[in-house]
């Protein structure tokens, strides 16, 4: 009876399916070069019977009896379509169809469907049909996030932290230099002289659309690949005009009740205006004392606008621009301490005021010349300044060895401190289509200007004197070396012109080659200058620790043997003929760097069947590096020329397979090197308050790095915004560069390749998920989380004798400087809906365990940077269409930032050459509330 029913069953449904037809297509589109276009809706007209495109832009509609239907393809702010399509039994009938804007549609409108690429769901598809593992956040995610810069963007995605306190980004436990910035695809030069990478805070959310880290390395990347690469993807607009505006304010709790002060010469917007003056001429007509820097209240304004012109050849031309402008007053107290194998100088008591700001303007042009031809031009500008005026040892108990009348108390010093940068970023970018072969190229140029003008640091004695209000103890001027006063002028300047081609030649349906080049020119030069001020009567009392410029100004200057003047001004290089006394003179330390990369690659995208696809790929890359320096510190070595040349060969072999429609698996494997930048190579040290940093000629001796990488990851997107994944990860790295702290007198931080391999290994978990949707399917209650662990291991070398620099160590393994064993992120968002108003409220969370910041020589401990918890609250209202008010709330459980070194006496509080002056402090909460309006 059981035989009967399925042969029935079989009988009937063959009859039915012979008896009905199907439609199914696949939408495009047009606006994206014609790539896949989901979420679409399609209606059968005159009944209720609907769907939407999927992720792969197919949709489909099954058992249809035969005749004819009317098929209306809709998408928000797109042309809607109707398409008469006439259904036989038996077959299917396939209607693919390319959508395009609706140049009727409202702004507010087109600007939805704009920001396509920007969205959640959109980049999730975009992570899954990728051949490489990558994942992104976009502008959709940031501002419902409260995140205002790419560096905030990227610490959101597992496996990656930022350092609390500085721009540091560390991905699965590699920081900067194991990692790459590009902006749409093309490299970004660095603006710190200590920093391979470019600060991602100066890349405010205005002008991106999304930020991607690629974690596996596939063949159109750099051969200089380890951690990652952080993709930037610049704003553009399509459509028919849009106008928006916002201003807001806020303020940090640390930092509202203080009198905030800057350098003297700067500017409210963060602009110094003497860089064509020589430094001396400067420091004999303006003084020292930090100058009032107004209430310390936050500001940020800017503006977007963007339009659309079409042409009647079919042709268009999309305008966009934004500009913005915030600043930021932070207030930092805590300790400066230097602590090698002995204290040297100690501060408990020291306070930091920072006045911050960023200004930002990007401007491009999208010219599409029809649907196979598309020619992009993107501008961008920034200038970002720091101005920080550190007082240290403001208890009077300030401790330094050195000091000359009492090394237990009274050591103080006050360091004044602007830095600005200055970018300029052109980029020239094309996607031609013709037939089987699709042309996609870029060029840009690249030119940066960072400058610190004029920092000035004075040294005291006895500065409990100046806490006791008696006039006849007062504290005077520590001048062990004419140098424990002084002016500091340095000047870096970077030049670049980067270029990508990729030709991609769609052989069949199932193979595709991509062949293309990459270029990189790139140059650096870099000079400083110091001028000291040497006190000729070092009895002489300060009798106002607040008014130094009464002392060194013209009246003061010591000029010849009787004028009885206080000081007298010393350089160290002198113009040939000159005095080193009381004249200019020549830069102090100088290098130029040159970077020539030139490289071909090759890969073949290969769809063994629907569910396998298995990319392998080699890349050809010369590498030709030098750096030409002329230092002080090294004496009669400091004038040098250090190169490297290496042709690499490094294959890659990238494999997806399929599951199902809505699950992944991949596995990649990859050869990389990681080559020494040039701030680790110069042997300039770089002196702050408690720490020195400088590099390591010996570095471009081997020149590079092997790295041998693994990857395996699990996918499933289970809806258009939910996902869950599961990632392993392996790398091996050969001859190893670790930061390390020198035992020596002066505790120097180099950089040294510390023994012969690396490990790291570890694994992924991140989970989005739709607690409660509404009718539309769209989330009102939602949760994220990842998390990574890692364990790092490297052997370390007993010695290292270089020719420039050695170092020691009394063990012979240890973790990966910084690497964290754990890292989480979590956020839970809630978006219910009254009416026209439509709040959002976010909480967002992450954290990472204590990783090494330094490594110990020697006897010494290393430096640890301490966990750090994070809390943010964001509530984004929006009171209609074109009104919004925010709310955020930032660091609300206000962590302590402290970095320690690791002792045979217990742990010790020191202070990073990577983070602030201070350390063990506190930073404040971040209150703010903005206003958007769209017009």
């Known amino acids: 009876m059981k035989q009967l029913i399925i042969v029935f069953t079989l009988f009937t449904t063959s009859f039915l399916i012979g008896q009905t037809g199907s439609i199914a297509g696949k939408l495009l589109d047009k606006e994206y070069n014609n790539e896949p276009l989901p979420f679409a809706n399609v209606l059968i007209k005159g009944t209720t019977t609907g769907t939407t495109s999927d992720i792969d832009g197919l949709y489909i509609f099954e058992n249809l009896s035969p005749g004819d239907y009317t098929l209306s393809f809709s998408f928000v702010g797109y042309e809607t379509q109707d398409v008469l399509v006439k259904v036989v039994a038996g077959k299917v009938t396939t209607v693919n169809l390319t959508m395009g804007a609706s140049a009727a549609s409202l702004d507010e409108v087109v600007i939805t469907t704009t920001t396509r690429k920007e969205s959640e769901a959109a980049l999730l598809l975009d992570q899954k049909k990728a ?23 990227v610490a959101k995605i597992s496996g990656v932290s930022k350092q609390e306190g500085s721009s540091n980004v560390y991905v699965r436990g590699l920081g900067d230099r194991y990692l790459n910035t590009t902006m749409n695809s093309l490299s970004l030069p660095s603006n710190d002289v200590n920093k391979k990478n470019i600060n991602l805070d100066l890349f405010s959310s205005d002008v991106i659309e999304s930020v991607s880290i690629s974690k596996a390395y596939s063949s159109k990347f750099y051969g200089d690949f380890s951690a990652g690469n952080v993709d930037i993807v610049s704003k553009d607009y399509k459509g028919t005009g849009f106008f928006e505006a916002f201003t807001g304010s806020g303020f940090n709790s640390n930092a509202v009740n203080k009198n905030f002060v800057r350098s003297e010469g700067t500017g409210y917007f963060g602009y110094y205006g003497r860089y064509a003056h020589n430094p001396f001429a400067i420091i004999l007509s303006h003084g020292i004392d930090p100058e009032d820097a107004g209430t310390p209240i936050n500001i940020v304004y800017g503006a977007s606008a963007g339009k659309s012109f079409n042409f009647k050849n079919g042709s268009r031309l999309s305008l966009f621009a934004t500009g913005s402008f915030e600043n930021n007053y932070e207030y930092r107290k805590g300790a400066a301490i230097d602590y090698t194998l002995v204290e040297k100088k100690a501060f408990d008591e020291a306070e930091e005021y920072e006045y911050s700001t960023t200004t930002t303007a990007m401007a491009n042009a999208n010219y599409r010349i029809d649907d196979n031809n598309t020619l992009k031009y993107n501008s961008l500008f920034i200038n970002n300044s720091s101005d920080v005026v550190g007082y240290f040892g403001v208890d009077g108990n300030g401790r330094s060895r050195d000091a000359i009348l009492d090394t ?47 920092r000035k640091r004075i040294s005291l004695e006895n500065y409990q004197y100046a806490l006791d209000n008696d006039p006849n103890t007062n504290p005077t001027f520590y001048s062990n070396v004419v140098f424990d006063n002084q002016r500091y002028f340095q000047s870096i300047e970077d030049e670049e012109l980067n270029s990508r081609i990729n030709f991609a030649y769609n052989a069949s349906e199932n193979i595709k080659l991509n062949f293309g080049y990459n270029g990189r020119k790139k140059e650096r030069n870099f000079e400083n200058i110091r001028y000291g001020y040497d006190i000729v009567n070092t009895t002489f009392p300060v009798t106002n620790v607040n008014d130094f410029n009464s002392i060194f100004n013209l009246e003061n200057l010591n000029i010849s043997s009787d004028s009885n003047g206080i000081y007298e001004i010393k350089v160290i290089n002198t113009i040939p003929t000159l005095s080193n006394t009381n004249r200019p003179g020549l830069p102090e330390n100088t290098y130029k760097g040159s970077l020539n990369i030139h490289s071909a690659y090759i890969d073949k995208e290969i769809k063994a069947s629907e569910k396998w696809l298995i990319v392998p790929g080699i890349r050809i890359e010369s590498l030709d590096q030098k750096i030409a320096y002329d230092v002080i510190n090294l004496g009669n070595s400091g004038e040098d020329e250090k190169r490297f040349y290496k042709n690499f060969y490094l294959p890659s072999l990238n494999i997806k397979y399929s599951l199902t429609d809505e699950q992944n698996l991949r596995f990649t494997a990859s050869q990389t090197v990681s080559i020494p930048e040039f701030k680790e190579i110069a042997p300039f040290v770089y002196e702050d308050v408690t720490t020195r940093i400088g590099g390591n000629p010996d570095l471009l001796e081997k020149g590079f790095s092997e790295i041998i990488n693994v990857d395996l990851k699990y996918e499933w997107f289970f809806s258009k915004n939910e996902l869950l994944s599961l990632a392993a990860f392996g790398k091996q790295i050969k001859d190893p560069v670790n930061l390390v702290v020198g035992a020596d007198a002066t505790g120097t931080q180099r950089y040294f390749r510390t023994g012969d391999k690396a490990t790291v290994y570890g694994f992924e978990v991140e989970l989005r998920k739709n607690l409660i949707t509404d009718e539309n399917d769209k989330s009102k209650l939602s949760f994220g989380v990842n998390a990574t662990y890692m364990h790092t291991e490297q052997d370390l070398y007993t010695q290292i004798d270089g020719e420039t620099y050695d170092v020691s160590f009394n063990k012979d393994k240890e973790d990966l400087q910084g690497a964290s064993p754990l890292l989480i992120n979590a956020d839970v968002s809630y978006s219910p809906i009254f009416g026209k108003y439509k709040p959002t409220a976010n909480l967002i969370y992450s954290y990472f365990s204590d990783r090494i910041d330094a490594l110990g020589s020697g006897q010494l401990g290393n430096v640890i940077e301490k966990s750090v918890s994070t809390l943010d609250f964001i509530w984004k209202n929006n009171i209609n269409d074109k009104f919004e008010i925010n709310f955020s709330a930032k660091n609300l459980l206000n962590p302590s930032v402290k970095y320690i070194r690791e002792t045979t006496l217990g742990n010790v509080v020191v202070n990073s050459a990577n983070g602030k002056g201070v350390s063990d402090y506190k930073r404040g909460m971040d209150l703010g509330l903005q206003l958007k309006y769209k017009f």
């Open 408 to 454: 237990e108390q009274g050591f103080y010093q006050m360091n004044v401190q602007f830095d600005q940068t200055r970018m300029f970023v052109n980029q020239l970018q094309g996607e031609h289509k013709s037939g089987k072969l699709n042309l996609d190229w870029g060029i840009g140029y690249n030119v940066v200007y960072s400058k610190q003008p004029d």
């Open 131 to 153: 051949v490489e593992i990558k994942q992104s956040i976009g502008a959709e995610e940031l501002s419902r996030k409260g995140v205002s810069n790419a560096a905030s963007a």
